[in-house]
């Protein structure tokens, strides 16, 4: 082996022969992390810039959405590092109340328990027990993905920090008198036995009834027929309301009907909640289970007997109904009432039926005395500087729904009937009077005073809403009081699913101005929900759920990452598909052994990053330098707008089609001592492996230590290295217009020779007949890269005065045709037959086309995208057949 072939394969060795994500992906994030690259102090230079991590569960594993939520955040993360920002990640996990305590208590279950047969402490301490048991496996899941978080910073919302500040905040809300407790309807979860807010109920359409049941008159008469989808609560009934202006029941307002089954008077009264377009415009009145029916109670001063209790059969004051199940209570309601000839009609009617979000029981909406935010004021407030700008979101028209929300938001149910959880500080003492108290009480106080303390814990929701502050160290204080709040609060992005503008933003929002008097962060950036390959929601009884960590095994962290990202346009929904995480793992060994190439075109020169004096490019030099620079300007005004799916693609794009299929191969064609193709080619890899880091960090390291092994780069790590500045001066249009046209005759050439059977090494002789003198003078000043790419050994323009080429082929170009003498080239008899067969086939498939899209039944009857694409068919072997002929004529 000579001494320079030798140099090269050294050179090439610092890279495996083969791109194997798993041999480099852990070893290099233990290594980020063991050199503190993830970490960031207050002090530290640069503009802050801040993320919050939205906690995840405690004990829950990565899934597709948590994937992308990473994904897009480690990308804003590492973007903001490169530029020289004071960046930090702060990750966490979330104790989830209700979800946390379902998956323990189904255990206890298991064993024949139950938690109160535990007992509270006892209860809690095997929560504990679990949750230090499975509680990690996300976080060390989101690390396999690249998350390149401050894990020093690592919080959690039920810790001794966190509980401090919820504690503050709750007695700052109820001093304030925002906070407070009272009876209202809620929504009421049989199967977790516990209240639950707006947020965490889903509505689906359900498949339900609308029954019709008369209430006759105390007075003998016919009374009055009302509508109900929910039979059952008539034996709660207090009243029939109907609207003050329907004239229908005029005569009835002021009068009372009997409550059929439980033969109890009561009154009709005019409301004006009333819709007199639902059913028949009169409607029963249960003040303790719906609640519009609670308001129209307190409005006329009615009773309201609770009839469904909270393990959702009928009380006591459902008479002979009590102990039955609400459904069965159903069906036996309307028997009896069909019986007594009183049920007039039950009609099939689907309608929203709320669900608990957690284990989809049929939520029960009824009265209970709760703990309340009173959010007016501060949806109010939030409101305000929504619409002055802060946050901004991203795409902007969410903040339109955002505000609609915080318009119209009730005031929130906190108090959850769990054991896990922020346990609420109020206590009662024995004379009736309630304390909220930011220590607890001694033995001796609780003795004395017989205090005992309120048994609900929080809404998890609420310890969450801090996030934005405590994860910097709040507990109390002001923005100051932590250098952490000093410097990132407010964050610089909040990263989320739309769907949790609701649930989770609007709680940040609203507490960070009640609390520290600022927006929580600057932007809301709203991705959207992870589809798969076909726009459909992955769900378990679809089938179609990924598993990333799956993903992640068989094609590596930066695979995945990257497929996410080319399809995550802000706002919209990201459809994914296993081909194209595979597609992106191609594109990542298509880096690799680009960059092996490199390496071994380099040799043993050192890499200083420095350029050519421009007098001395090629063409090809200069056209990649300025298309490099047209690119990184595309990436930097799609990063501007939190853009990162067309970031991504324009990174893409550069790498593969430009770099890759072009540069290289010119390059390959100058010799291993060209200097200047050196250079060139050194300073575009660092500014592409730059460009790309944020989207695919393990491949792009691992290339640039490599490239950088023995020289002297401006940082020790590509993930703390400078972000590519603007180089106007590379931009040259003369430069591109001229390798365009030279892509554009390679192309068409080599076309010509794959059509007419042509070895690559058979020299092509051209006559150029020029229809835009512009554009032959572009291609003769591309010449040099026609003879080496395309293998055009002689060149000559067409004169006025030359006789006939003979049988010739057309290569047709922009402005320029250039024609191919065929004489000596190919055998012409044996090119006319071949063409011949070929013009058959391609007029045989046109015409099949055709037939097919003359048929209505199909055209009116396939997919749209069949059609299309049949239609594709059409056009492709028209413009196939008009090729052929001309290759035909040419021949005679």
């Excluded at 200083?608 to 030099?621: H, T, V």
Aim: aromatic share 8%; net charge negative.
């Amino acid at each position: 082996m000579s001494e320079t072939h030798a140099k090269d394969a050294d050179a090439r060795e610092r890279l495996a022969a083969s791109y194997e994500p798993s041999a480099i992906e852990p070893a290099r994030y233990d290594w980020w992390e063991s050199q503190g690259f993830f970490a960031a102090e207050p002090d530290d230079p640069g503009e802050p810039f801040a993320i919050s991590m939205p906690p995840p569960n405690v004990t829950g594993s990565l899934h597709m959405g948590h994937a992308l939520t990473s994904t897009l955040e480690d990308a804003f993360i590492r973007h903001a590092r490169m530029q020289g920002k004071n960046a930090v990640w702060l990750p966490g996990s979330d104790h989830a109340g209700i979800a946390t305590q379902n998956v323990v208590e189904r255990e206890l279950a298991r064993e024949g328990l139950t938690r109160h047969d535990l007992g509270r402490e006892a209860f809690l301490e095997r929560m504990w027990a679990f949750v230090e048991q499975t509680g990690g496996t996300i976080l060390n899941q989101q690390r396999r993905l690249g998350a390149s978080c401050d894990w020093r910073r690592e919080a959690f919302t039920l810790d001794e920090q966190r509980s401090a500040a919820v504690r503050e905040t709750f007695c700052r809300l109820y001093e304030d008198g925002l906070i407070y407790k009272g009876e209202r309807i809620i929504n009421w979860c049989p199967r977790c036995r516990t209240a639950l807010s707006d947020i965490e109920v889903e509505h689906p359409d359900t498949e339900g009834e609308l029954a019709h049941l008369r209430y006759p008159g105390s007075d003998g008469g016919d009374g009055v027929v009302v509508a109900t989808t929910r039979v059952e609560t008539m034996l709660g009934d207090t009243a029939v309301a109907v609207h003050p202006d329907d004239a229908r029941y005029a005569s009835l307002v002021g009068a009372t009907v009997t409550l059929p089954l439980l033969e109890r008077e009561i009154p009709v009264v005019a409301d004006a909640g009333v819709d007199p377009e639902f059913g028949t415009g009169a409607v029963k009145v249960t003040p303790a289970h719906d609640p519009l029916d609670h308001e129209i109670g307190q409005r006329h001063g009615l009773a309201a007997p609770e009839v469904i209790g909270d393990d959702a059969a009928i009380t006591a004051a459902g008479g002979p109904y009590e102990g039955l199940d609400r459904f069965e209570a159903r069906e036996r309601v309307k028997a009896d009432l069909a019986d007594l000839g009183l049920l007039l009609s039950v009609e099939d009617r689907p309608h929203p039926v709320g669900h608990c979000s957690r284990c989809d029981t049929v939520v029960e909406p009824k009265l209970s005395e709760q703990w309340f935010v009173a959010t007016r004021p501060l949806a109010d407030r939030a409101a305000e500087t929504v619409r002055a700008g802060r946050p901004r979101f991203v795409p902007a028209h969410n903040a339109k729904g955002y505000l609609e929300w915080l318009e119209h938001l009730h005031d929130w149910c906190i108090s959850r009937q769990l054991w896990w959880g922020h346990r609420i500080p109020a206590w009662y003492a024995s004379d009736g009077t309630v304390e909220v108290r930011r220590t607890d009480p001694s033995e001796e106080e609780i003795a004395e005073r017989g205090l005992t303390q309120d048994p609900d814990v929080l809404d998890t929701w609420f310890s969450s809403q801090l996030w934005p502050l405590t994860t910097l160290g709040w507990t109390g204080g002001g923005r100051d009081e932590t250098p952490e709040l000093a410097t990132w609060y407010p964050n610089a992005v909040m990263e989320t699913g739309y769907d949790i503008n609701t649930f989770w933003v609007s709680r940040m929002h609203m507490i960070g101005l009640y609390l520290v008097d600022e927006v929580p962060f600057d932007v809301v950036f709203n991705h959207g929900m992870v589809r798969d390959g076909e726009g459909k929601k992955m769900s378990k009884s679809f089938g179609n759920v990924i598993d990333p960590m799956e993903f992640i095994e068989r094609h590596g962290a930066d695979a995945l990452r990257f497929a996410l990202l080319r399809s995550a346009n802000p706002g919209q929904d990201a459809p994914l598909a296993e081909e194209w995480v595979d597609g992106a793992r191609r594109f990542a060994r298509k880096l690799w052994n680009a960059a092996r190439f490199t390496l071994s075109f380099l040799g043993d020169a050192p890499v200083d990053g420095s350029l050519p004096d421009r007098a001395d490019l090629a063409l090809e030099d200069r056209w990649l330098l300025s298309r490099l620079e047209r690119t990184r300007a595309e990436i930097d005004a799609a990063w501007e707008r939190y853009d990162l799916a067309r970031a991504s693609r324009a990174a893409y794009h550069f790498t593969w089609d430009e770099l890759c299929d072009w540069y290289l191969e010119v390059v390959k064609l100058r010799g291993d001592d060209d200097v200047v193709a050196r250079q060139v080619l050194a300073h575009a890899l660092d500014r592409v492996l730059r460009l790309l880091h944020p989207f695919t960090p393990y491949v792009t390291e691992e290339i640039w230590q490599a490239l950088w092994e023995g020289s002297e780069p401006d940082s020790p790590a590509l993930i703390v290295a400078g972000w590519p500045q603007p180089r106007p001066g590379d931009v040259d249009d003369e430069a591109e217009a001229a390798f365009a046209a030279l892509q554009e005759a390679v192309t068409a050439l080599r076309r010509f020779r794959s059509d007419h059977g042509l070895a690559a090494g058979v020299d092509l002789k051209v006559v150029a007949v020029p229809r835009d003198q512009r554009q032959l003078a572009v291609l003769e000043g591309a010449r040099e890269g026609l003879r080496r790419l395309a293998g055009v050994t002689g060149w000559r323009v067409q004169r006025d005065d030359d006789g006939e080429l003979g049988p010739t082929g057309r290569v047709s170009l922009s402005g320029v045709d250039l024609l191919v003498p065929l004489e000596g080239l190919v055998d012409l008899e044996e090119e006319r037959a071949r063409l011949d067969r070929e013009l058959a086939n391609a007029r045989a498939e046109h015409e099949r086309a055709e037939r097919k899209l003359a048929n209505e039944g199909f055209v009116n009857g396939a997919p749209a995208e069949v059609v299309q694409a049949e239609r594709d068919k059409l056009a492709h072997w028209a413009e196939r057949v008009r090729a052929l002929q001309d290759q035909r004529a040419a021949l005679g």
